[in-house]
């Protein structure tokens, strides 16, 4: 055997061993299927609550996009809120002025449009510290709510986006007032969107952004072009909040310069404190877990919702992430173990025919 079939084969070796991890990682677990079912399922089970369930769709989304650079690229940001609310607008005023239709085109190319915004400003963005990262990021939402502001004849302004007309999804489906087409539709943009971020997370490109994450220097000297991967991700980022941005755009016809707000970007930040950062499914539980809390204790309390809210984050810190991921570890192991004995019970009940005749 020759020195260059055994180096051949040493290489080789490792790289099985990465291609098999990536695929043992990527396969979906019950745990997430059963999400997902559950997910879809809502759109039977509470009907009552699409509204709210739409604009938690939106919000998980949004959150996603956030989870994705901050989480697995660490990434800071204040300023998805600017991607967002360009895309808002956009999608608003090519429904105005009829030059696209069809909901679903506009989506896409608000999303495209917010990338390329993301990719523009991706290089001022990685430059410098995290306190640099969260001042210019910041920067770009202000000075955009502020153009948006100062061409008030577009956009209107003050007043916001008036006399939206979105056509029906496929000439069929039109948004109602009480968003049950809305919410669906929301929740299979998030669905779709979900399975390439997931896609990205755990292809070799997401293994190497975890590099970056924990080591730039290090993932440098092993070959790693940390720079391209970061703008690549920033954009990628950038087309699912605007991707969400012109989800609320479209299923309230209506767009404000509230969309601009930090406020909408420090609501990402509270999200992914509650529901975990470099875990997909955070950014999505926060979002409920949120959504809900905030709903249910402003009609307790519509004055001090705030005080409330503060005071869930300060126990949740003061428990430990760790713990809590403990927790859900020990909920989701107990599960598996369901599902094991009962899967081969249902094998033998629904089984092969009986020998014989």
């Known amino acids: 055997m020759t020195v260059n079939t055994l180096n051949a084969k040493n290489l080789a070796a490792p790289a099985a061993n990465v291609s098999a991890y990536l695929k043992s990682r990527a396969r979906w677990s019950p745990f997430e299927i059963a999400f997902w079912v559950f997910a879809f399922a809502t759109i039977w089970l509470f009907p009552g609550k699409h509204l709210i369930l739409k604009d938690t769709a939106i919000l ?3 959150a996603l996009s956030l989870d994705l650079i901050l989480g697995y690229a660490g ?15 956009f999608a608003g005023l090519v429904a105005k002025y009829g030059i696209v ?16 915004l993301g990719f523009a400003t991706s290089f001022l963005v990685l430059r410098g510290s995290d306190l640099t990262r969260l001042m210019v990021t910041l920067g770009v939402s202000l000075m955009l709510g502020e153009v948006a502001n100062r061409y008030s004849n577009i956009t209107g302004g003050a007043d916001g986006l008036q006399g939206v007309d979105i056509e029906p999804l496929f000439g069929r489906f039109r948004f109602d007032l009480y968003g049950h087409n809305g919410y669906v539709y929301c929740l299979s943009v998030l669905f779709v969107c979900f399975v390439i971020v997931r896609r990205i997370v755990y292809s070799p490109f997401g ?61 990402l930040l509270l999200v992914l404190i509650i529901g975990g950062t470099g875990y997909l499914y955070g950014g999505l539980i926060g979002a409920v877990i949120y959504k809900f809390l905030q709903d249910w204790i402003a009609n307790l309390t519509p004055q001090y919702w705030q005080f409330w809210i503060g005071l869930v984050l300060v126990v949740l810190v003061l428990i430990g992430r760790d713990r809590m991921r403990n927790w859900i ?4 192991g107990a599960v598996a173990g369901v599902g094991v004995r009962l899967l081969p019970r249902s094998i033998t009940l629904g089984g092969a025919a009986p020998d014989g005749p």
Do not use: H, M
């Open 329 to 332: 570890g020990t909920v989701r």
């Open 207 to 267: 293994l190497s952004l975890r590099a970056v994450k924990g080591n730039p220097l290090r993932a440098a000297a092993i070959g790693i072009p940390v720079k391209w991967r970061l703008v690549a991700i920033y954009t990628v980022s950038a087309g699912i909040a605007g991707i969400a941005g012109a989800l609320l755009t479209q299923t309230t016809a209506f767009c404000s310069l509230d969309v601009f707000s930090l406020e909408r970007s420090a609501d």
């Open 60 to 62: 998980a989304l949004f």
């Open 75 to 89: 990434i800071i940001s204040l300023g998805q809120a600017a991607f967002f609310g360009l895309a808002g607008y």
């Open 101 to 116: 239709n069809e909901p679903v085109v506009a989506l896409v190319l608000s999303g495209v449009v917010a990338a390329a």
